[in-house]
Structure formats: C-alpha cells, structure tokens
C-alpha cells in the first residue's frame, strides 16, 4: 500500500510498473467503492500495462477532506497524484463516478490524458431530488438503509444470491464507506453537469455499460457516447452497474481491445 498527500488529504493509491514505455492505465471506481473492485482486472492488465489504482477522497483509505465535495475536488486529487508520480498522457478509466471525474479531468488538465474509458456513467447522473433524497436517508439512516436498493442497481439477480460470498463481500465495501464521504460525494454526483464537457472531448473514448445497469442504464451511457465525437459505445451482456466485478473478462477485453488501437 502506498499514500501520499495531495490537497492536504491522503491519498491511498496502488501503482504497478509495467516497465518504461508501457502504457499507463488509471482505473477510478465508483461511488460507494474502493479500489479493490479493480483487483479482479487487474492481473489481465499487469505485463503489459503500467496500472495505477487508488480511492478516492471520503473512500477507502483516503482521507475524508471536507466533505461534501465537487467533481472538481476529486479531478484535482487525481491530477495531484498524477503531477507525483510524473504522469502523464495516461488512459483514464472512470466507472460511474469515475466517469465524471475522469470527464472532468480531461476538461482542466486534458495534458495528462491520452484517453478515456467511460464506463456506466454518463455526463449528467440522476436528478437533484433523487440525490437530495439519497443523501436525507444515509445522513438520517446510515448506508445500511439504502443497501438493497442500491445492490439491485449494482449486481444482476444471479450474482445477488444470498450463498455468493462475493456479494456479501461487496455489501460490506459500500455499508463501511464513511457516511460523510459517501455523501459528500453523493452532492458531487447531484451538482455535476458535463454535457458541454462531453461535446468537446477530442481524444480517443470507449463507453461501456452493463445491460443491466440499473444506476446508469444502457440508454443513458449511450446519451454520453452520442455526445462525444468518434465514441465507441459497447454493451456487456450479463452485468449490471459494475460489471469489473460481475464480468471482469468481458470488462478488462473491450478495455484493452481499445487501448491496442490507439496510435503512440
């Protein structure tokens, strides 16, 4: 494990070299997750990729910072570490959340990226009320309360069974986030618009969505891609919101078929 201070929070982050001249993958997971989501990825990426995961501020084992935050708190976080870590024209890819981050990225610091993934995400998620809403009951109730609504967005049917240790395992990644954190970012998710954002986009992107995603449906990443000049837009059969985890070999193939076409 590996921290560092970046905008007067920690950062917890994970690089592994892949050797000078590799390719550099960024993977952001999403809200209500650490970086572990990516593990199950991971190792279809390590020989021939430099691949950098960390957790977001109010997530995992970063710092909380002061909460609630904007898309741009977290972009700045990932450009900071990036700056560190001497970084730059990377492949950013950003699931839900991430997505955002990553769309915002592009916009503040487009240096540091090559391309983007965009996966189950959108440039704008849900509506002021639904994360107004989102918020009163996790602040009020604890993220216990919102538990099996959310994991009917994240996971298929077949992947929600109560004998799935898996599933068990990644109720209580989102039920252990601090409250504060996944709220805080909760008001980033409610007060980013990237719609302008997107048009403008002039690298390489790939968006990819389960087609069961019940968070960002197939519709919704496909408003994204129609947006953004020469996207590529996939479906993954089989998976829902967070299909690293559900489908990891599909995920991770569409991923580096992409990145394999890009030009040096």
Not at 172 to 187: D, E, H, K
Request: charged share 20%; aromatic share 8%.
């Amino acid at each position: 494990m590996q921290f560092v201070h970046i905008n007067n929070i920690v950062i917890h982050y994970d690089i592994q070299r892949a050797g000078d001249g590799k390719p550099v993958v960024v993977f952001i997971n999403s809200l209500g997750t650490d970086s572990r989501i990516w593990h199950h990825e991971l190792p279809k990426f390590a020989e021939d990729y430099t691949v950098l995961t960390y957790d977001k501020r109010g997530h995992g084992l970063s710092g909380l910072g002061n909460p609630p935050y904007s898309i741009a708190d977290h972009a700045a976080d990932l450009a900071g570490l990036l700056d560190h870590l001497q970084l730059s024209r990377v492949i950013v890819c950003g699931l839900s959340v991430g997505g955002l981050i990553a769309q915002n990225l592009y916009a503040n610091r487009p240096d540091l990226v090559k391309a983007l993934v965009l996966s189950n995400t959108a440039h704008k998620i849900g509506t002021a009320e639904s994360w107004a809403a989102r918020i009163a009951a996790v602040e009020q109730n604890g993220i216990a309360s919102i538990l099996d609504a959310i994991m009917e967005r994240w996971f298929t049917a077949p992947f929600r069974k109560p004998d799935n240790a898996a599933y068990q395992a990644y109720c209580n990644m989102l039920v252990r986030q601090p409250i504060s954190g996944y709220s805080g970012t909760c008001a980033a998710i409610r007060d980013a618009d990237f719609t302008e954002v997107a048009k403008k986009i002039a690298v390489p992107v790939l968006c990819i969505v389960g087609r069961e995603d019940g968070s960002t449906p197939p519709e919704v990443v496909k408003s994204l891609a129609d947006l953004i000049p020469g996207a590529r837009y996939d479906i993954i059969e089989g998976a829902a919101h967070i299909p690293c985890v559900e489908a990891p070999a599909a995920h991770a193939a569409l991923i580096r078929g992409f990145i394999e076409q890009l030009e040096d």
